[in-house]
Structures are given as structure tokens and as C-alpha cells.
């Protein structure tokens, strides 16, 4: 069956794979995150030994960003390939994987590789690698020279709160380049470690209803771009 991979059609697609497989790759540049909870969630869930995925490589931990599912949501759908707004970052997939029993292994340029706790005895030393050391040794060359600067500003900045405003505003202006014509309110999530900070008001929050067992969002009556809650000085 051909389909467009989303966490709504990915149990379907994959209902003839091997429930006990070694090695689950996920690499479709859009909900990569998502998609891997809604296969390992479930009585049919899948039981690999490993999980081999990309990241978002913009992000360093703490940030944990994803995207989240939305039927309008296709990466790059008007040319904007490039866009910051897709998958999620490596701080979110450690945190989701670490409930289901995966530790980080390694990590390289947008490629993270988990192993399961059944087998960490096999890695020892190495197993669970620290996130933040792995982004700041193996980040990759970013072609774009501010963006570079932007990057490493955020990897040396030890006050969480600034962090979170920085990379928000960065996420947000993504966000707006990529804007899909048909509907350009795409959730996500984001939150920094350290920072007790939410993204959206109280008000906001009532308007979505949250399915954490696909990690998705719906949202509930009108959305308006007004309910974020835009970080200071950040000019969208």
C-alpha cells in the first residue's frame, strides 16, 4: 500500500513487519518522533533492539521541539526545503525514547542512534552517551554562516530562559517562511529544560485537546496565530 507516512497511517503500513525486529529506522523529514511512539505504543507495538533516526540538527539539547501531526503539514510545500520548522529536535527524541526503554548510543551530523536497555550490557561506557557533549563534538558544518554563529551562541548560553526565547523566535520565524497556503497553523511542541516556561496561555491551552498516545494535537474551535505567547523582542 502506498500512503503518505503521518501517525494516523503508520500502523497500517507497517502491519506486516516483524513485531520483534532488530532495527527501526525513521527518516521521512517530517513526523519522525511522532511516528515512532504511535509503532512502539500499543498491544501490536513493534520491539526493536534499536532505533536509528534522524533529528532535527538546528536544535541542541535542552531544546526539545517536534513538530506535531497535522493534515495540512507537508515539509517544504512551497519550496522552503531548507526550513527549521520539520522532524524534532535531539533533546525531544532522547526524552520520548527514554520511555520506552532506549538510551542514546551515538549521534552524528542529524543521525541518532538508541539502543534498548535489554542490550546496554553490550555498550558499557557508552551507553547513556550525554546528549549535549554528543551535539557540541559532532554538530554538523552549517552551510549558512549566521545561522552558524546563531548555533553556537545557543550552545554556549547557560541561561535556559534566554535559550528558550532565542530558539523559540527562531522557530517561530521558520515556522512562517515554510506556511503552507491551506492552512498555515501548524502545531508543535517546545520546551527547554531549566526553563519554566509554556508556549501557549491559559486561554490558548483550553482551545487544544491533547491525544498523548499519539502525541498530537487537535485544536478546538478558531485558532489564532495572537496565542502564542511571542518571546520578547522577537519581530515575526
Known amino acids: 500500500k502506498i500512503d503518505f507516512i503521518t501517525p494516523k497511517t503508520i500502523k497500517n503500513l507497517t502491519q506486516k513487519a516483524p513485531r520483534d525486529c532488530t532495527v527501526l529506522k525513521m527518516d521521512i523529514d517530517g513526523y519522525d518522533c511522532q511516528n515512532i511512539r504511535v509503532l512502539l505504543s500499543g498491544k501490536d507495538a513493534l ?4 532505533v536509528f533516526m534522524e533529528v532535527w540538527e538546528d536544535y541542541p539539547p ?39 526503554g532506549f538510551h542514546l548510543l551515538f549521534y552524528y551530523y542529524n543521525n541518532a542512534v538508541f539502543v534498548h536497555s535489554s542490550i546496554s550490557h553490550l555498550f558499557q561506557g557508552q551507553v547513556p552517551a550525554e546528549s549535549a557533549r554528543m551535539y557540541r563534538n559532532n554538530k554538523p558544518s552549517f552551510q549558512n554562516a549566521a545561522f552558524k554563529r546563531t548555533n553556537n551562541k545557543w550552545i554556549q548560553e547557560k541561561d535556559m530562559c534566554k535559550l528558550y526565547d532565542s530558539v523559540l523566535c527562531y522557530v517561530m520565524k521558520e515556522r ?10 501548524v502545531p508543535f511542541r517546545f520546551r527547554v529544560e531549566g526553563c519554566n516556561k509554556s508556549l501557549l496561555d491559559k486561554d490558548a491551552s483550553a482551545k487544544y485537546r491533547m491525544n498523548h498516545a499519539e502525541d498530537t494535537a487537535e485544536m478546538v474551535g478558531d485558532w489564532e496565530g495572537s496565542d502564542w505567547i511571542t518571546p520578547p523582542n522577537c519581530h515575526i
Not at 47 to 50: A, F, G, R, S, T
Not at 176 to 185: F, S, V
Request: charged residues 25%; aromatic residues 16%.
Open 176 to 185: 512562517k517562511k515554510a506556511t503552507y497556503h491551506h492552512d498555515p497553523k
Open 62 to 100: 535542552p531544546v526539545e521541539f517536534s513538530v506535531l501531526y497535522h493534515k495540512g503539514y507537508i515539509w517544504g510545500a512551497n519550496g522552503h526545503a531548507v526550513s527549521g520548522f520539520a522532524g524534532c529536535s535531539l533533546g525531544y527524541a532522547e526524552k520520548m525514547l527514554k520511555e520506552f
Open 47 to 50: 520491539k526493536p533492539k534499536v
